[in-house]
């Protein structure tokens, strides 16, 4: 999936208006992409046009007991995968750069 800002948003000064994201995962309904800082961030969907609406075929959706959707490939799927990444435990942060990388690839 690949969104753009619908307009500018002062509140996400890490994100540029019109550039095309490619969505990592759904987190709690959240979009999470990689920012201009190239950091893996939750955004708000409702802020952003949907310019592809194609999700990778190997997504793993789960809902919460809310409805929320979590949707992410299987390997950064796990409860705690993010902590884990942002607190630079190595075998996290390869994962998701193996993960990401061959996903632009893909995209791009």
Same mark, same amino acid.
């Given at each position: 999936?690949? !969104?753009?800002?619908?307009?500018? @948003?002062? %509140?996400?000064?890490?994100?540029?208006?019109?550039?095309?994201?490619? @969505?990592?995962?759904? %987190?709690?309904?959240?979009?999470?992409?990689?920012?201009? %800082?190239?950091?893996?961030?939750?955004?708000?969907?409702?802020?952003?046009?949907? !310019?592809?609406?194609?999700?990778?075929?190997?997504?793993?959706?789960?809902?919460?007991?809310?409805?929320?959707?979590? #949707?992410?490939?299987?390997?950064?799927?796990? !409860?705690?995968?993010?902590?884990?990444?942002?607190?630079?435990?190595?075998?996290?942060?390869?994962?998701?750069?193996?993960? @990401?990388?061959?996903?632009? #690839?893909?995209?791009?």
């Amino acid at each position: 999936m690949i !969104v753009a800002l619908k307009r500018h @948003v002062p %509140e996400y000064p890490d994100l540029t208006f019109g550039h095309p994201y490619v @969505v990592i995962g759904i %987190e709690a309904d959240d979009y999470r992409i990689l920012n201009d %800082e190239g950091r893996p961030h939750l955004y708000t969907p409702a802020r952003f046009e949907i !310019v592809d609406a194609h999700e990778p075929a190997d997504w793993v959706n789960e809902y919460g007991d809310d409805g929320e959707r979590y #949707a992410y490939p299987p390997q950064l799927r796990f !409860v705690g995968f993010f902590e884990d990444f942002f607190d630079d435990q190595r075998e996290a942060v390869a994962t998701f750069w193996q993960v @990401v990388n061959q996903r632009l #690839a893909l995209a791009g």
